[in-house]
C-alpha cells in the first residue's frame, strides 16, 4: 500500500514495519526505531506503491506525535501526488494536553508516527512545511521593508510619516540586490 524512507537514515520501510490499528490507520513506534532520539529524524519521504489505487477524493495524511502530545498533520500523498518528502517538526514532549499516566513497569512513552486514509478535502493541505516557509518567506520580506521605511520615517504627533514614493525606492533596491547577489534570496527562505 505504502512505504516510507527517512532520508540517509533508513532503507525503505514498508507497511508491515507499521502496526495497523484498523483498516485505514497504521503507527509507527518511533522508540523501535531509533529510541529517545526521535526528534534527530527531522524529515520522511512517504510513497504509494505501484499497485496500490487510492481513490482520486482520498489522500494518505501524515502525522507525528511526540511523547504526551496530540498528533500534529505534517503532509498527504494522493493517487496525483504519490510521493513527497515531509518536514518532521517535532513538538515539545507534553506540550499538549495528553496526560501521561504510566504504571511504573511500563515502557517509556515514545514518539510515533501515524499514516491515515482520509477524506482529499478535509485536509488543510498537502504539504504543511510548504506553506509555513512561504509563511516565513512572506514575514522575512515585511521585516525587511519596515526595517528600509523606519530610517526614513519621522514623527506628526501620534503617526508615522514616510515619503509618498518609500515603497518604490524599497523595490528597486530590494531587486537591485537581488540581481546583485543571487544568495540574498535565499536567506529570506530558510
Same mark, same amino acid.
Given at each position: 500500500?505504502?512505504?516510507?524512507?527517512?532520508? !540517509?537514515?533508513?532503507?525503505?520501510?514498508?507497511? #508491515?514495519?507499521?502496526?495497523? $490499528?484498523?483498516?485505514?490507520?497504521?503507527?509507527?513506534?518511533? !522508540?523501535?526505531?531509533?529510541?529517545?532520539?526521535?526528534?534527530?529524524?527531522?524529515? $520522511?519521504? $512517504? /510513497?504509494?506503491? !505501484?499497485? /496500490?489505487?487510492?481513490?482520486?477524493?482520498?489522500?494518505?495524511?501524515?502525522?507525528?506525535?511526540?511523547?504526551?502530545?496530540?498528533?500534529?498533520?505534517?503532509?498527504?500523498?494522493?493517487?496525483?501526488?504519490?510521493?513527497?518528502?515531509? #518536514?518532521?517538526?517535532?513538538?515539545?514532549?507534553? #506540550?499538549?494536553?495528553?496526560?501521561?499516566?504510566?504504571?511504573?513497569?511500563?515502557?517509556?512513552?515514545?514518539?510515533?508516527?501515524?499514516?491515515?486514509?482520509? +477524506?482529499?478535502?478535509?485536509?488543510?493541505?498537502?504539504?504543511?512545511?510548504? =506553506?509555513?516557509?512561504?509563511?516565513?518567506?512572506?514575514?522575512?520580506?515585511? =521585516?525587511?521593508?519596515? !526595517?528600509?521605511?523606519?530610517? /526614513?520615517?519621522?514623527?506628526?504627533?501620534?503617526?508615522?510619516?514616510?515619503?509618498? +514614493?518609500?515603497?518604490?525606492?524599497?523595490?528597486?533596491?530590494?531587486? =537591485?540586490?537581488?540581481?546583485?547577489?543571487?544568495?540574498?534570496?535565499?536567506?529570506?527562505?530558510?
Amino acid at each position: 500500500m505504502f512505504g516510507v524512507v527517512f532520508p !540517509n537514515r533508513s532503507f525503505p520501510l514498508d507497511i #508491515s514495519t507499521f502496526t495497523q $490499528i484498523d483498516s485505514t490507520h497504521w503507527l509507527l513506534d518511533m !522508540n523501535h526505531f531509533v529510541g529517545e532520539s526521535y526528534d534527530s529524524i527531522r524529515e $520522511i519521504c $512517504i /510513497f504509494l506503491l !505501484n499497485n /496500490f489505487t487510492l481513490p482520486p477524493d482520498k489522500a494518505l495524511a501524515l502525522y507525528i506525535q511526540s511523547p504526551g502530545s496530540p498528533f500534529l498533520f505534517c503532509g498527504a500523498v494522493t493517487i496525483s501526488r504519490p510521493s513527497a518528502v515531509l #518536514s518532521l517538526p517535532w513538538p515539545e514532549p507534553g #506540550s499538549g494536553s495528553v496526560p501521561q499516566l504510566t504504571a511504573p513497569d511500563a515502557p517509556p512513552l515514545s514518539a510515533k508516527i501515524g499514516v491515515s486514509v482520509e +477524506d482529499l478535502a478535509a485536509l488543510p493541505s498537502l504539504d504543511v512545511a510548504a =506553506e509555513r516557509k512561504i509563511e516565513r518567506l512572506a514575514l522575512k520580506v515585511g =521585516e525587511n521593508l519596515f !526595517n528600509f521605511m523606519q530610517s /526614513f520615517c519621522g514623527v506628526d504627533g501620534s503617526k508615522l510619516v514616510v515619503p509618498m +514614493d518609500i515603497l518604490d525606492r524599497w523595490f528597486k533596491k530590494f531587486q =537591485e540586490r537581488a540581481k546583485r547577489d543571487p544568495e540574498y534570496l535565499k536567506g529570506f527562505a530558510l
